[in-house]
């Protein structure tokens, strides 16, 4: 997966601004006490109401509290966290929160969108169904103006004989394949393991390898140097390279040995085809008779999630691909968000237009309409503003 958070605001504040479109009420409190909770009246902590993992705080608002609700303790704060509302005391104005891993302080502030009306009973909208509206509208755009890539590489593997592969449920769309299917070799002369794991390596000829590339060793004479595979995983990245020499952080003893090979993978990539141009130019590839590495890659007859290769592998590979990537079904109240920033006021509108087609109570079809709109004209905004960006010429990029 792609790694999120690519700015600053979370589900929970989109929640904030959707609970003042759809004028509910929110949490935002700040805490007078905070003690231990503890079992029944007058158990662990005078009057606690918790486990042993609850927290028993005094709030100065109760507004947006009920049992069940999400709430992030210690907004805005590193201590922040989500805890569960399992007692609300309407007299002494309390509530008791759980689990929480960390104190906080009097002075912080509870806040969440709760979305409380009718919540005891018949609730308008719940804060988990809210979350994934939000997570929801958040891929319906990156479905419709994909800008997040990501590249997977040995992720998966490409058996002898496997015609078709399956790559994983968050691609949108898979823009490029390439196999491992070989490496460029530079001759070692000796090689040395000093204290704290570096190696420092002096070839037996020229080598035009450069810091950060990522190396597999072989066939040293002491096998503690050798890499174990030629996963990625597997690979060194190089700290230094020049004057024939090559470093780079590899664990192991002092030891000190010669020969073997310092190797950089080669992944060529591979055309997009159809089956049927396949089949067209060669009636007999399925077989290989020949045992040729593949050079083609398709998607049609894969079914969903599924591309093919052609010839059909006659060896094993590691695949690297790159894709438009869709974000989790599921969002908490203090993730991240795969979008920027600036592009999630759009997925806040299209987030509203769920809950407003939802039947019941709330069903606003003229309002939906509206922020299906607002949603509509952002993704045509986005979609031009990229388009043109890319499409500029350098020297435009170069000014903006």
């Known amino acids: ?41 007058g158990g662990f902590g005078t009057g606690g109401y918790g486990g042993p993992n ?7 608002d109760l507004t947006g509290f ?3 609700a999400q709430v992030v303790v210690g907004w805005n704060l590193p201590t ?60 319906e755009f990156l479905i419709k103006c994909p800008i997040i890539y990501q590249i997977l590489t040995d992720q998966h593997v490409f ?18 394949v390439a196999l491992q299917v070989g490496r460029v070799s530079y001759p070692i002369a000796t090689i040395t393991r000093t204290l704290g794991g570096f190696i420092q390596a002096t070839m037996a000829g020229p080598c035009p390898l450069t810091s950060q590339e990522l190396i597999y060793v072989t066939d040293v004479a002491d096998p503690s140097f050798n890499s174990i595979s030629t996963a990625n995983s597997s690979l060194f990245p190089i700290v230094v390279a020049g ?9 192991g003893p002092n030891a000190s040995s010669t020969g073997g090979t310092i190797n950089v993978l080669l992944y060529p990539r591979l ?7 396949v089949a067209n130019r060669d009636p007999q590839w399925y077989f290989n008779n020949g045992g040729a590495d593949p050079g083609f890659w398709y998607e049609d007859r894969a079914g969903n999630y599924g591309l093919g290769l ?34 999630l006021h759009f997925v806040k509108y299209k987030a509203m237009e769920y809950a407003l087609t939802k039947d019941g109570e709330a069903r606003s079809p003229s309002y939906a309409a509206y922020c299906r709109m607002r949603f509509d004209m952002g993704v045509i905004a986005c979609d031009r503003y990229l388009h043109g960006f890319v499409e500029a010429p350098l020297n435009m990029q170069g000014n903006s």
């Open 1 to 41: 997966m792609a790694a999120r958070i690519n700015g600053i605001r979370t589900p929970c504040d989109l929640l904030m601004e959707i609970s003042y479109h759809l004028i509910e009420q929110v949490v935002n409190a700040t805490i007078t006490t905070f003690r231990q909770g503890g079992f029944g009246d």
């Open 159 to 176: 058996n002898i004989g496997q015609q078709f592969q399956t790559y994983p449920q968050n691609f949108i769309e898979l823009e490029r």
């Open 243 to 251: 004057g024939g020499q090559v470093i780079w952080s590899q664990p």
């Open 310 to 343: 052609a010839p059909v592998p006659m060896n094993n590979y590691y695949a690297e691909y790159m894709a438009s990537v869709r974000d989790t079904d599921t969002l908490g109240l203090l993730d991240g968000f795969l979008l920027p920033d600036m592009m």
């Open 66 to 68: 009920y049992v069940g």
């Open 80 to 139: 922040a966290e989500v805890g569960n509302v399992i007692f609300v005391n309407y007299t002494t104005k309390e509530v008791s929160i759980e689990p929480l891993l960390n104190a906080h302080s009097i002075g912080e502030t509870i806040l969440a969108p709760t979305f409380p009306t009718q919540a005891p009973t018949d609730p308008l909208w719940t804060q988990t169904e809210m979350l994934g509206y939000v997570a929801r509208a958040q891929n």
């Open 271 to 277: 055309y997009e085809t159809t089956q049927e141009q």
């Open 54 to 60: 609850g927290f028993v705080i005094g709030v100065n």
